[in-house]
């Protein structure tokens, strides 16, 4: 079945350093990938996205890639501030589904002031 | 309130018991979800409900029964639950565009559920 896999689990930056997350999906049909932060205890928000017509897309301090072709996408996250310690979400859409979303297993990010 | 609100934010109960987990969005979309947050697989999509009717169910035992009255509103009704059946239980909005971009699901606090 459809799949998405999230690498690191946990990631461990010093402030001020970037950070990247990669995930790679199995369905060649998904067309959407968005990223979630979920800080504890608290509910998962969108922090960006990309469509599979774009091969990057940058809101300031955060970025995304995607390589269609490998079926792999990045976060990378620059100029790590301490309020960046979350755990970081991607997922993919399954086929032309406009709502069906299959999520990563999350990483725990964690950035040491 | 705004937003999508979730009720009770807590809930524990035994194997025999029937309770009921209740969303409601504010912000005028029309699409719903149901999700099961746990160590095991940290998000996972149990039910979606476009313009009320639901169209995706992930093979979800049949102990937990979802129902949309109205696009505003959602339930997860519980029965004969399992231990393993504790977790998180999120709900989710967007405005679903049928054929066309996809859009940001939002999402509710959770119901913490823990099954004795």
């Known amino acids: 079945g459809e799949n998405v896999e999230q690498h690191p689990s946990t990631l461990s930056v010093q402030e001020g350093d970037s950070a990247v997350i990669k995930c790679t999906y199995s369905d060649s049909a998904s067309n959407y990938f968005p990223w979630y932060k979920q800080e504890l205890g608290k509910r998962p928000q969108l922090i960006i996205d990309i469509r599979s017509n774009v091969g990057e897309k940058k809101d300031q301090r955060i970025a995304v890639t995607l390589n269609k072709t490998a079926k792999h996408f990045s976060l990378h996250i620059t100029e790590t501030q301490p309020e960046d310690s979350a755990v970081y979400f991607c997922a993919a859409s399954i086929g032309d589904s406009s709502y069906k979303l299959i999520f990563g297993s999350g990483t725990r990010l964690l950035v040491r002031p | ?98 054929g066309a971009s996809y859009n940001e699901q939002f999402f509710g606090p959770g119901t913490r559920l823990t099954v004795l």
């Open chain 2, 1 to 98: 309130e705004t937003g999508v609100t979730q009720t009770p934010r807590h809930l524990v109960m035994g194997m025999t018991n029937k309770k009921s987990l209740k969303c409601e969005q504010h912000l005028g979309h029309n699409a719903m979800y149901w999700y099961k947050q746990s160590a095991k697989k940290p998000l996972e999509l149990m039910f979606v409900y476009s313009l009320e009717e639901r169209v995706e169910n992930n093979s979800v035992p049949s102990r937990f029964s979802p129902e949309c009255p109205n696009s505003s509103h959602l339930f997860l009704h519980l029965h004969t639950l399992q231990p393993e059946d504790s977790a998180l239980y999120l709900c989710a909005s967007s405005q679903d565009q049928m």
